[in-house]
């Protein structure tokens, strides 16, 4: 069964920083692309960065570009979220997930496998 842990949520002050991580365990995670999606409250769920599976590749949402940035390390079966000078409107619950393929997907129906959410709160 495959698990994704999604951590490093938290408050944050306008202009501050966090950084979000997701541990995935019971299949194969260096051939999967992975993404960040996230859900602000009464908005549908949107794409906020994707990766292939083995970095070279990536894509971001336009509101996020040059703040966000999505990496991996396929030792440790992890995929990572920088994000920094972080807006209001950035508050949301975030979510890891894992590709059924090995690009960078922005559609939520190329993802199988979800984690269970971290919340990001930022403060004016």
């Known amino acids: 069964q495959v698990q994704l842990v999604e951590s490093g949520g938290g408050l944050v002050q306008t202009g501050g920083s966090l950084r979000l991580s997701c541990a995935v365990s019971?299949?194969?995670?260096?051939?999967?692309?992975m993404g960040w999606f996230r859900r602000a409250p009464e908005k549908e769920r949107e794409i906020v960065a994707s990766?292939?599976?083995?970095?070279?590749?990536?894509y971001y949402v336009d509101s996020v570009k040059g703040r966000f940035t999505i990496s991996r390390d396929n030792a440790k079966n992890t995929v990572y979220l920088q994000m920094n000078s972080l807006k209001p409107e950035d508050t949301a619950v975030y979510y890891c997930?894992?590709?059924?393929?090995?690009?960078?997907?922005?559609?939520?129906?190329?993802?199988?496998?979800w984690g269970q959410g971290t919340q990001v709160t930022v403060s004016s």
């Open positions: 990766i292939n599976w083995s970095g070279g590749n990536v």
């Open positions: 019971g299949r194969t995670f260096s051939d999967a692309g």
């Open positions: 997930a894992r590709s059924y393929d090995s690009g960078t997907y922005y559609n939520d129906k190329s993802y199988g496998f």
